[in-house]
């Protein structure tokens, strides 16, 4: 199960309206072992496409450099789908290369970059087995 605070939804879905229609991304680090999403961080998606993410190489590198110095690790990684539902992709499945983290999607395809319904979900995926989880907002 995926507890994570309003203001980091709120972040994520801000995120994914301002780069509609291209995909957003980005993680949600925390301290290492609490499995608690803490400090927000947007990335750019490197393809700059609606179908697809990429996170930049060096950005990536500086990330991970980051979190070691802070001691903490991805908790959420995040995309969103611009007109598909919030499910992972065979694309994404195939790149979620962090067993520990929660897969958050968040769906624009109602409202695109305006006000109005979203759809926010989370999976761990794990040597390509998707399960959902619940997710409580606190």
Do not use: K, W
């Amino acid at each position: 199960m995926l507890t994570i605070r309003q203001d980091l939804v709120d972040s994520m879905v801000a995120h994914a309206r301002q780069d509609h229609p291209d995909e957003a991304c980005g993680v949600i680090a925390g301290p290492a072992g609490s499995d608690r999403p803490e400090r927000f961080i947007p990335m750019v998606n490197a393809a700059r496409s609606p179908t697809f993410y990429e996170f930049d190489s060096l950005d990536l590198l500086r990330l991970y450099r980051d979190m070691d110095d802070n001691d903490e690790v991805p908790v959420v990684v995040y995309h969103s789908h611009t007109a598909t539902e919030a499910y992972p992709s065979r694309t994404d499945i195939s790149y979620a290369s962090e067993p520990e983290a929660h897969y958050v999607l968040v769906s624009t395809r109602e409202t695109g970059s305006e006000d109005g319904p979203y759809e926010l979900r989370s999976y761990r995926i794990v040597d390509g087995v998707v399960t959902e989880e619940p997710v409580t907002v606190v």
